[in-house]
Each structure stands twice: as C-alpha cells, then as structure tokens.
C-alpha cells in the first residue's frame, strides 16, 4: 500500500514536514507554487522539506476562549462622577469642575456611551442617578433624578428636556453656566469668558453671556443649523440653555467623528431599558461607606449609564410610580446582576478593523495583512487582533496577537489558518463532493472597545498529485483512495493518469491514502 502524506504547513508551531520514502516514486504539488518534490534514491534514508518559521507575534488561542462572549447577566457601564457635577446642581457640565484636569470630559463620556451603544448593538440602556448620605431623602431623590433625566437628555439629543430641566434655578447654579461660558471661550476662541467661575452674576457675567448670544448666531449652530437666539436676555431662560446644548451636540459629534445627521442617526439605533430610560436611586446605593448616614463621598455622588444584556431584566420597582422605590429588594444593584465598569476610550472614533485583501482566497502559506484602525488614538495604544475561523455556522479563534497604534492605525500579518486546539465535527464525502467553506474574520479590541471585519476572507487549497504502482513507474490508475482532513475525509478513485486533484479544501493539511 502506497500511502503519500501531505502536510499543507497546519500553521502549528512544531516542525511540521513531508517525508519521502528511499525506494519509492512520488509526484507532489505543493500549492505554494514550489516546484514538485520527487525522489527515486537507493539511499537509505529520507528527505525532509520543512516549512517555513511560524509569524513569531502570533499565538494559538484556545477554542472555548471566545473574547466575543458576554456574561448575558453582567452589567456594563460608564460613569459619571460627581466631580463632572456641581453639589446641588443637575447640569451635566462640558469639562469637570476643574478644568485643568485630564480625565475624559462629560461630552466625551456621552460620546464614549453612544459608541459603546454601537459596539454593543443588543444591549439597553438604562441611566441611573445616585447621591451621597448627606441632606434629606426628599432632595435627594429629587437631585438623583433630575441628574439621571439630564444626563439622559444629552444621549438622546433632547434639547428641550435638557433646557427645561437646567434653566430651573432648583437645579442649577451661577457657576454652572460660567463654566459653560468659559469652556466656550477656550475651545471656540468666542469673547464669552466670565472671569472667575463662582456664583456670582456680576456685569461681566451679562456681557460674556451676550457675548455668547452674538457669537452663536455669527459662529456658532445659529449660523447654520439651529435657530438664532435673541443677543440680549437672562441666564435663566429656556432658549439660553437650549443654545447651550446645541453647542454640546457640535462636541460630541466631533468627538465621535460625525456630521450631525449621523449622529442623529446613531442616536435612532439605540436601545432602552422600558418602562424607564432613567432612575433617580437616592442615596440608596452607595458604592462605599455602606450605612453611614451624613456622610459626604464624591465616590457615592455619580450618574451611572447601563447596558443591559436583552437577557437580563432586573425589575425596577420604581418603573410603576416614583414613590415605589423597594431598595432592600431592587435586582437591578444586587448580586444576581454583577457589573463591570467600562474603561474610558482613548478616542470615541470609529474603530474599524479590515483584511487589506479579500480576494483571491486564502491558502497555506499566504500571509495576508489586517489593519485596525482608530483615528485620534494616542500612538503606542495596544491592540488586541484575533482571527476567527467561520465554518458551517461555528465561529472559533484560531490566533491572536498584539500591536500598536501608530498614526491611527494597527497591523499584524497572519498566515496561520489552523488551529490545532479547534475541535472540529469531522463528515465523509464522495469524491464528487466538496467539504463547506472556511472563511475568516477579524476581531479587534482596544480599552473595552471592538470591533469586526465587515467582510469575510475565504480560504481554498488544493491536492494535485500522481500516484504511482509499487514499481514506481506505471501510474495507479482508477484506484480507491481515501482523503483525510482534520474537517473529515473525501473517497473518492484516482483518474485514468493515476492523479488525485481537489480544490477548495479547508485548512489544516490533508493525508492521501490508497487502498
């Protein structure tokens, strides 16, 4: 019995090789476009052909591991802390308190949360307003809420909401619009700064914020998209603060990377936990310092935006009237729902992650490129790159590797399309017949973000080979041989010129045996 061993280089990291036989005639194509292999020595020894090295940065992932995989119980959020609201105050600022700092800003945060929404398509969203132990329960609730509907109003693009609930003088103070004022200045070069931000309304306060009003309508969303605004008026009015949350748009839609229409666009895709789009939770959450009343925490004194998995339905008590609150039996902060905190995004851009070619197919030893991509990322930014098999339905990891950002952009060559760990459910078939395609995506992640190539790799190798009789010279015409693959095996008989030839097969290499 001849038996020919073909190796289609597995993408293993151990040597992996064909073996000739001294005595014996083989005619061997590799697919590789190498020239035939053949041997009629009398030496009594065998020639090995190795493959080349493996691609160094790459690893074999392990089949169960699957990084798209989701706990469907577990929480998601992002939060926003206290120090990006004033105490007593339901105004999301732009910057924090402290505008010196370096942490993402609100609008960023509300940025990073409709992106998030994009990158998780089938979670809902559910926005959740906290305060600390300090002050009566009363206010509280009342603040907790107004903070979350605020919030709320900036992730849905509801300006008329978020005015009507930031032009209250209840909930919101001098310095809160100061701030705005001046973060205006600075980022838009408008004649608007107020001088020190505190909470007094002083006559450069009115002339920064008619300043303001001018340079809306000459600069600003007045002079294009959004209605003029009249150039004298109070603090206090709807329109004012209306005109404030259109300059909040142009933010967040630059900081996504989008025209306005696309960011209205992203916002009709977004999913909510109903009944409720937020609640205000009190103080009867906190994160720390548990039980201790008048206790005054930055830490407890936040906003929390949730994604829920379309599994997972805690109930929400309050949904059904805003005095029914239940906290000792609320599902939504007890353990049968565990959370995660989404980190901050290096860039709310888009992410995207391609083959650089997806035509020919694939086939062993090619080396084909994948390019992440994420505009305004700082360089040296990991990325985390795994290729996945997509066979017959079942997605697997096959490898994974790590680069790094550089320009906005992340690259790894791959020419492993097998992985030795994958279990694979093995089927016969006729010589006529043809196992199902293997194709390949790729998924990239970066600071809790990901992303998947939008189109597949396909992957095609070939057998061509002639078999011979046992005395080397006379081809094995129409004879029985079975074709052995790590997805199955092929029976099939050679043809009337002893040769076996097949295409579009899967990766992984093949065994050629006659019978």
Known sequence: MNCITLTLKDLMKSDNYIQLKSGESYTIDI???????????????????????????????????????????????????????????????????NPQSTDTSPAGLIASCIRYAQEYPSRKILVA??????????????????????????????????ASICCNRERMRTSDYKQILAWLAKTRGWDCNPGIINDSHDDRTQTALNNFRKSYNSDGPGSSWAQKITEWGAADTVET?????????????????????TLNDMRKKLLFYIPKIWVGCNEYHPRVAKNIDEFPCETNRRVEV????????????????PDSCNKENCELYSDKFPREILPPMVSAKEFTVEWEKTDPPAFKDDKRKCIATLNNAPDGTAVTITIMSNYKGKQSPVVKASASLKNSTAEIENDCWFNPNEKIDQISLSGTEQFSEVTFSIRATVTGRAAVSSKPLSYSDKVDITCYQENGKDVSADRAYTLMSPYGIIKGKTAADGTVKLDKLPPGGVLVELD
Request: charged share 25%; net charge negative.
């Open 31 to 97: 697919t590789d476009g190498s020239p035939p292999a053949t041997s009629d020595s009398d030496e009594d020894d065998s020639y090995i052909i190795k493959p080349p090295d493996d691609n160094p940065p790459l690893e074999f992932t392990n089949p169960e591991d699957n990084q798209s995989d989701q706990d469907p119980s577990q929480i998601l959020l992002v939060e926003f802390q206290d120090k990006l609201f004033r105490t007593n105050s339901a105004v999301v600022l732009p910057e924090q308190e």
């Open 129 to 162: 307003g906290h305060t600390d132990t300090q002050g009566n329960l009363t206010y509280n609730k009342k603040l907790s809420g107004w903070r979350a509907q605020c919030l709320a109003s900036l992730l849905t693009g509801d300006g008329d909401l978020f």
């Open 241 to 261: 603060w209306k005109a404030y949350f259109n300059c909040y748009e142009e933010f967040i839609a630059d900081e996504l990377g989008v025209e306005l229409g």
């Open 306 to 321: 949730l994604f829920l998995d379309s599994k997972a339905n805690p109930i929400l008590y309050c949904s059904t009237s």
